[in-house]
């Protein structure tokens, strides 16, 4: 090839037909079959006109006297030959692999096909993503990025044709992205795959396959997968070990893919509908069980999220080494064995160091154990990798919210609305900062919001009854907690309305309404019975004084979940010494706390902030043992740590148990301060709260 260099295929074939018209003398003709070589591979398709598909039989078939032109002919052949198998290694290797890093991200068009059978349409981009995210050097930008930058370009039609994909992959600052088509030749269906670069419109890499049938087309799209992923820089060694069979990794019924595929783009309820029917028509469909997984669980409903979890699960085999990750970490994490699922955070992160989402959950994960320096080390990672992911940029503004780094949770609120990335998460977290810094417009805001929203306004009416509670404004709090209740029901997750309903009657407990809350549990157990439901049914029901009903609950929950881990660390010891409170044995509820020290920081999964329940019930078992000096530093304790608790009415309350613990140590004058704080901000409470009366009776004696 000598000093040419051919930036498409096409020049590169062409470059060798003139050669071999050289060498045949330019008014020569040139052989038929040459003609039919494809522009977009390396093969010949078939005969034509009866002409073998091989050159070397043809040849040898001329007459003696043509045996010398004969042999030109053949160094002719050979030359294309060696052009034909290298040229595309040439054009995707050299003019290309030096500049792709596993940084560079790789938009996906959508297949153009020509077959005239829809079965084919939104199922093989599909297909072809699931085949090249086995790949842990490829970069492929995800579908909530793609449909948001489509948002922005306004426009109606949201298919990923070629031009509408090179917009997004230059909007989006990628490297290039990959067009398919399918065409149908005869019984058989040929698949081409290219991989052009944004910028120039250059196709850097191409490969192709065909497929005897219908039948065979996944197996020839994972063919064009591998060698496209090889084209683009990565090892056969690689290739070879992430490269689950791609009708094993989905599914071998395309129709299942196509109602799989319908559901990429979208996280509304009525996405759950085209998942069903995928595991309708493929009952071994895994990675359609895992979707059903997710969604069930950004709905609220974690019974089903866990029990889909739980097949997917059962059929990991059947997928990609990183789609197995994904599922055993969802199915570990439901289930409640977060070493487990931690561990393999882990190992995902190590196998696929460019993928966001294990540092995402790792750091949710290490969140919920109090671990909040692990959690900002990992979700920072996940945002580096993917700064437009709303859900980790809003869990990461909540770690700085933990470790009390108030001005740089505002400034990556700021910054990430700025880039147009918004969510409910980011928006509840500046809702607490906003009540850190007593800046009721900027919580006003976010309630504003979410208004309307499904799935985000239940939360941020949840916060601002929390809110209402902390300020003794129950009458109100009771109102707001009924409006979430309802507008969870109205989205159609009963679980989520049971969370709230049951965050209401623990308040209910705290501030003296035993008849009241053992109502709200009622009703909250009537909407679901996930486990989260029932840990707080019985928690509330322990501090109602009613031991019988919270004794049950909590004795089911242990028998039915006995690997999970933050019931056993943290809430089931919460319960059983409450009930122990009641029993008047401090010592034993005091006991019974030990296993929770460690993790009485975290947001325990339940709530995005932490409760600090086992710190709370040890100063009011201190405070039954006469221990005033112990119980007013467990107090303490979580007034030192307002950005943890945020508005959970334990932080208030925790003024007036410290004001209590004071007077146990005869220290009045304390003890009237820490009466005063309590009461500011309970200065408009409703007058007839329970526990404001007795904390006015003793602030009485004190005088």
Known sequence: MGDETFVDFEQGLNYCIRQIRAVLGDEAQTPRWIETIPRRGYRFLAPVDGLPESPPQELQANAVSEKKASRRVWWAVAAISVVMLTAGAYLARSHFAHRFTAKDTIVLAEFANTTGDPAFDDVLREALAIQLEQSPFLKILSDDQVAKTIRLMNRNDQRLTQAVTREVCLRTNSKAMVTGSIASLGSHYLLVVRTIECQTGDTLASAEADAENKDKVLFALQRTGNQLRQNLGESLASVTRFNQPLPEATTSSLEALKAYAQTVATSRPESLVPLRRAVELDPNFALAWAGLGVRYANFGEHALANASFKRAYELRDRVSERERFYIEAHYFGGIGETDKAIQTYLQWAQEYPEDFTPYGNLGYEYANLGEYDKALSATSRAVQLSPDFATFNGNLEGDYLALN??????????????????????????????????????????????????????????????????????????????????????????????LWQMNEALRLAEFGYPDKAQTAVSQALALASDPDVRILGALALARSGKMRQARELSDALDEEFPLHFTMHAYWLPVIRASLALDQGSPVKALELLQAASRYELGSTEIFQIGTMYPVYLRGLAYLKTGQGQEAAGQFQKILDHPSVIVNFPLGSLAYLQQARAKALLHDQEGARRAYQDFFSPWKDADPDVPILKEAKAEYANLQ
């Open 405 to 498: 780094r108030l001005n740089d949770a505002r400034v990556l609120f700021d910054q990430a609305v700025a880039r147009g990335v918004d969510g409910v998460v980011l928006r509840a977290n500046r809702y607490y900062l906003g009540f850190l810094q007593h800046d009721s417009a900027a919580m006003l805001e976010q309630v504003a919001w979410a208004m309307g929203k499904p799935g985000d306004e239940d939360w941020l009416l949840s916060a601002e009854s929390d809110t209402a509670a902390y300020l003794g404004h129950v009458s109100q709090a009771h109102d707001l907690s009924q409006h979430a209740v309802k507008s969870s029901k109205s989205n159609g997750s009963n679980e989520t309305a049971a």
